[in-house]
T-cell receptor, first 113, second 109 residues
Framework: DTGVSQNPRHKITKRGQNVTFRCDPI?????LYWYRQTLGQGPEFLTY????????KSRLLSDRFSAERPKGSFSTLEIQRTEQGDSAMYLC???????????FGPGTRLTVL | QKEVEQDPGPLSVPEGAIVSLNCTYS??????FMWYRQYSRKGPELLMY????GNKEDGRFTAQVDKSSKYISLFIRDSQPSDSATYLC?????????FGTGTRLQVFP
């Protein structure tokens, strides 16, 4: 499968715990995006990388959230001290250089108890 | 006001019907427009991508953009039960996508 992959697919955690998600983009896609989607809503932009540089962060990304893309390949999204309001589907997308189309992975569904 | 507005539905149609899905947007700077299909508990799948105004056809799907009225449409011909999903419109705003809420479509046999 050469699409965007995300792990884990599901994560259940207790409030206050830290969680980390991983995204592997399509090979040679230089841009990588993170979005969050809650029930009944469209995805909302969180942050994006061009290669290893994090170029933009949404105001939705509080200081409990951090994202990295070391070496411009896979990316991780960490949420510290999780809150029940963090429960959502976290989506990763990638885009090839020179194109605007974004291709999404299957998402990681987070449930905070 | 949201930058991209979309009627959440649900929209229920019989198999074989022509489906019309619509969005409006407020930012005249938007130039790229996309339609995604999302099945329950899955990631969005890119269906159509258009630049500026005009039509684009791909099989049973036609995307239309009217920049003068800031209106985006997706038409599905000969709808099938397998088309039952949520359809998301999105506009590109300086490298990030702004999505509508999605319209839930159900095609019944």
């Amino acid at each position: 499968d050469t699409g965007v992959s995300q792990n884990p697919r599901h994560k259940i955690t207790k409030r206050g715990q830290n969680v980390t998600f991983r995204c592997d983009p399509i090979s040679e896609h230089n841009r990588l995006y993170w979005y969050r989607q809650t029930l009944g809503q469209g995805p909302e932009f969180l942050t994006y990388f061009q290669n290893e540089a994090q170029l933009e962060k949404s105001r939705l990304l509080s200081d409990r959230f951090s994202a990295e893309r070391p070496k411009g390949s896979f990316s991780t999204l960490e949420i510290q001290r999780t809150e029940q309001g963090d429960s959502a589907m976290y989506l990763c997308a990638s885009s090839p250089k020179g194109y605007n189309e974004q291709f999404f992975g299957p998402g990681t569904r987070l449930t905070v108890l | 006001q949201k930058e991209v507005e979309q009627d959440p539905g649900p929209l229920s149609v019989p198999e074989g019907a022509i489906v019309s899905l619509n969005c409006t947007y407020s930012n005249s700077a938007f130039q790229y427009f996309m339609w995604y299909r999302q099945y329950s508990r899955k990631g969005p799948e890119l269906l159509m991508y258009t630049y500026s105004s005009g039509n684009k056809e791909d099989g049973r799907f036609t995307a239309q953009v009217d920049k003068s009225s800031k209106y985006i449409s997706l038409f599905i011909r000969d709808s099938q039960p397998s088309d039952s999903a949520t359809y998301l419109c999105a506009s590109d705003n300086t490298d990030k996508l702004i999505f509508g809420t999605g319209t839930r479509l159900q095609v019944f046999p």
